[in-house]
């Protein structure tokens, strides 16, 4: 069964950083685009960075710009989003999707298949 694994969740002072981690398990994540995507209380779903299987090609939502970083590290079979500057507005569930021929475009989520669990991300002081 394909399966995700998002870790490196936690509670952070604001203008604080954590790594997140992607591990996938039971399937290689060369040929995936990889995305992840955050729900913070009360509001729904966001996409927040995307990186193309390649690696080549990423995305980011304006509000993560210059804060955040997605990478992959293929070998490991792990994607990384780098969070620096964290603010309270970052704070929420985090979670990291695979998908196919994405190309990391304006909808990207709607090719993402599968699917982790979260890791949570509390960012306050």
């Known amino acids: 069964q394909l399966q995700l694994v998002e870790s490196g969740g936690g509670l952070v002072q604001p203008g604080g950083s954590l790594r997140l981690s992607c591990a996938a398990s039971a399937f290689s994540l060369d040929y995936y685009d990889i995305g992840w995507f955050r729900q913070a209380p009360g509001k729904e779903r966001e996409g927040v960075s995307c990186?193309?299987?390649?690696?080549?090609?990423?995305k980011y939502a304006d509000s993560v710009k210059g804060r955040f970083t997605i990478s992959r590290d293929n070998a490991k079979n792990t994607v990384y989003l780098q969070m620096s500057s964290l603010k309270p507005e970052d704070t929420g569930i985090y979670y990291c999707a695979a998908g196919r021929f994405s190309l990391c475009g304006p909808q990207y989520y709607r090719a993402m298949n599968y699917w982790g669990k979260g890791t949570l991300v509390t960012v306050s002081s």
């Open positions: 990186i193309t299987g390649s690696g080549t090609s990423t």
